[in-house]
């Protein structure tokens, strides 16, 4: 399910500054409760509305508590992957 979810930019911005401003580590984030708690409220703000329907932002949090681990390789990958524009224009040949 998680690789379904794609992490927006403006996501991705939000989350790598607040790992600065706070001077963390992914993995340090994740590993305490109260930033683990904030990185799940800054990756819920992004999901669609659909989801947010479905998830409150306790159950997103309890969620990435009780799965810190797989979600931190998650989110590192989802953070060190470049920014891709998916809606490139084609050129039509002539």
Known sequence: MLNKINMNPAVRFELQ?????????????????????????????GLPAMLKMAYSLEKMQTFFWNK???L???????????????????????
């Open 17 to 45: 500054a607040y790992l600065k401003s706070h001077e963390l580590t992914l993995q340090q984030a994740m590993n305490e409760q109260e930033s683990n708690a904030e990185v799940a409220k800054i990756f819920y703000s």
């Open 68 to 70: 810190k681990d797989l």
């Open 72 to 94: 931190n390789t998650y989110l590192a990958k989802k953070l060190a992957k470049p920014d891709t524009k998916k809606n490139k224009k084609k050129r039509k040949k002539k």
